[in-house]
């Protein structure tokens, strides 16, 4: 039976994390998560954290526009260790094991999260994005990478089997949640929203 969540990646899934996703999408993937981290406008100096930060895809990428304070959370030993061996030259990156469903005292200027939120059961995204609230300064951003609102049994065959395989059943149920206004409910106001790979996938940035 599929697991109904898929928040923490096992195994050679979690070894080969990076290259697994490259190949999935195409070999698009690089491409695309460096133009969505450009689109969420970080400044110099600005401190980033980042829930579920898997691999250290995103903190890397962080580092290009930021020497402010980055700090990435999960729960995954091997996405920590492939983390931990990215980052550890970096003295303004820190790395902690932790579930971020948990609050935490941080205070940054902006909360990161990428293709996590779809795989918890709603009560948690609740928990997660009031989580994020919290470690937000004022006027600081969430920005959410993750699947877009859209009609998914509308999609041709091919598409519904390939997106079942590579996905949880949460995913599914997440694509047809309005997030906004769960957003909106927790304090959030303004938002502004990317979208790539033809509508599928969308930045969302909620600002505080």
Not at 31 to 48: E, G, H, V, Y
Not at 180 to 196: M, P
């Amino acid at each position: 039976m599929k697991s109904l969540s898929k928040v923490e990646v096992k195994g050679l899934e979690a070894l080969f994390y990076d290259e697994l996703i490259s190949l999935v999408s195409g070999f698009t993937y690089k491409k695309f998560f460096a133009k969505a981290i450009n689109d969420m406008n970080i400044r110099q100096n600005q401190s980033i954290l980042d829930f579920g930060c898997g691999s250290g895809m995103a903190l890397c990428s962080f580092l290009n526009y930021t020497k402010g304070e980055i700090i990435g959370l999960d729960i995954g030993k091997t996405m920590l260790y492939r983390a931990f061996k990215k980052c550890k030259q970096y003295k303004n990156v820190k790395i902690f094991k932790h579930d971020i469903r948990q609050l935490t005292p941080f205070l940054v200027d902006k909360v990161f999260i990428s293709f996590v939120l779809h795989g918890f059961e709603p009560k948690d995204r609740v928990k997660i994005i009031h989580n994020a609230f919290a470690n937000l300064k004022q006027n600081g951003e969430f920005c959410i990478l993750d699947y877009n609102e859209f009609d998914y049994y509308n999609k041709p065959l091919w598409f519904k089997k390939l997106f079942g395989h590579f996905e949880c059943p949460l995913a599914i149920e997440f694509i047809n949640t309005p997030i906004k206004e769960i957003l909106k409910s927790a304090g959030f106001s303004a938002f502004y929203e990317y979208y790539y790979y033809n509508g599928l996938v969308r930045l969302l940035i909620a600002k505080k």
